[in-house]
């Protein structure tokens, strides 16, 4: 009885652990989570056309969101999204203040309002989409074999197989070579 007790203890500690866990995961990322959403309910009336904007706001860019709109209130408030209006309008019932509006015929699920709010807890960060952001060349790992590796891939090929305790192959002979390449380019041995 008193094994029977403890695994039942051990399961119900280990799955709290495993909630818990799963809830401080990252919070939502604005490219891949919150802008498709803001993207299809919100933008067509709050986003970057200025002839279609309504209400003076603009939800597409950080500046716009936390800025009082027209009405005073602040749209989005950065880890607070109890003083937030988009979180107070997105679970309003009331048919004159729920966003989106009934006459878009378009309704949030109670994940993408989950996301908004936890993006908002989180501290609601924009981010520009990964093509406007330049590239930063990362410093390529030291190796205990320097040399191995002949260019930069390879070091960072190198410093994997050196986390996994792992050696790297042998360098093929030629004839392995020319079998690789004649496989790679007409998909048939050579003769």
Not at 50 to 65: K, N, S
Not at 82 to 90: G, K, P, W
Request: glycine residues 6%.
């Amino acid at each position: 009885m008193r094994s029977a007790l403890s695994i039942i203890l051990l399961i119900v500690c280990c799955s709290y652990v495993e909630l818990t866990h799963a809830h401080a995961a990252d919070a939502p990322d604005y490219g891949r989570d919150v802008r498709p959403i803001l993207s299809q309910f919100c933008f067509k009336c709050h986003g970057p056309d200025d002839g279609q904007r309504q209400a003076g706001l603009r939800l597409h860019t950080r500046e716009g969101a936390t800025a009082k709109s027209e009405s005073g209130k602040t749209p989005i408030s950065p880890k607070q999204p109890h003083l937030s209006e988009l979180v107070r309008r997105i679970e309003s019932t009331d048919p004159d203040e729920v966003m989106p509006p009934a006459s878009t015929k378009r309704v949030l699920t109670a994940a993408q309002k989950e996301t908004l709010k936890n993006w908002i807890a989180a501290g609601a960060e924009y981010k520009p989409h990964w093509s406007f952001v330049v590239p930063v060349r990362p410093s390529t790992p030291g190796g205990q074999r320097r040399e191995w590796p002949r260019g930069a891939i390879d070091s960072f090929v190198l410093a994997r197989l050196e986390s996994e305790k792992l050696a790297p192959s042998p360098e093929a002979d030629k004839y392995t070579l020319v079998r690789r390449a004649a496989l790679d380019l007409i998909g048939l041995p050579p003769t």
